[in-house]
């Protein structure tokens, strides 16, 4: 059975913008209830933010998301920890995390265009002590994201090749 907490953050991934009273009636409990439940999950660092979920390619289409794979030495003590803070204090950074398999943390950037992430990935990834090896992908089309679609067109965008 899901706690009141559950199920007003299940309403808050699907909409952030409803308001206390809104939720308050989906979940028929009282205003000061959603209230309190909400004061709390951010106090406790469980909604640790609100944001829009933004189409990129119809906002800037020069825009580039890229996710960056490294491969790094953990630090005694600190473990990958030390490493991934100083990456996260980048504006560029959208996130880092931790990561199981062949790499060690996935870095996802966001740039103005492609030379800007390269230059990035270089000066600022690459040159970490730490850092064994990277590897840039850059995102060419998004679908989904937190649960939001991104239009998408139904033509194939393949090159027709005829022998």
């Known amino acids: 059975m899901q706690?009141?907490?559950?199920?007003?953050?299940?309403?808050?991934r699907t909409n952030a913008r409803l308001t206390d009273p809104q939720i308050a009636?989906?979940?028929?409990?009282?205003?000061?209830?959603?209230?309190?439940?909400?004061?709390?999950?951010?106090?406790?660092?469980?909604?640790?933010?609100?944001?829009?979920i933004i189409n990129e390619e119809l906002h800037d289409e020069n825009s580039v998301t890229a996710i960056i794979e490294?491969?790094?030495?953990?630090?005694?003590?600190n473990g990958y920890?030390?490493?991934?803070?100083?990456?996260?204090?980048?504006?560029?950074?959208e996130s880092?995390?931790?990561?199981?398999?062949?790499?060690?943390l996935a870095v996802t950037v966001k740039g103005d265009n492609l030379r800007e992430v390269a230059m990035f990935v270089s000066d600022h990834l690459a040159t970490l002590d730490g850092v064994q090896?990277?590897?840039?992908?850059?995102?060419?089309?998004?679908?989904?994201?937190k649960g939001?679609?991104?239009i998408t067109d139904s033509d194939d965008e393949r090159s027709l090749v005829s022998p």
């Open 3 to 12: 706690t009141q907490q559950t199920k007003i953050l299940n309403i808050l």
């Open 25 to 52: 009636a989906m979940l028929d409990i009282p205003e000061e209830t959603v209230k309190a439940e909400i004061k709390a999950l951010e106090e406790s660092g469980i909604i640790a933010g609100y944001a829009a």
């Open 70 to 77: 490294l491969k790094v030495s953990p630090q005694i003590e």
């Open 81 to 93: 920890g030390a490493i991934a803070d100083k990456i996260a204090q980048n504006r560029q950074v």
């Open 96 to 104: 880092v995390r931790l990561m199981s398999g062949g790499y060690d």
């Open 133 to 145: 090896s990277t590897a840039t992908h850059f995102t060419l089309k998004r679908f989904k994201e």
């Open 148 to 150: 939001a679609f991104f």
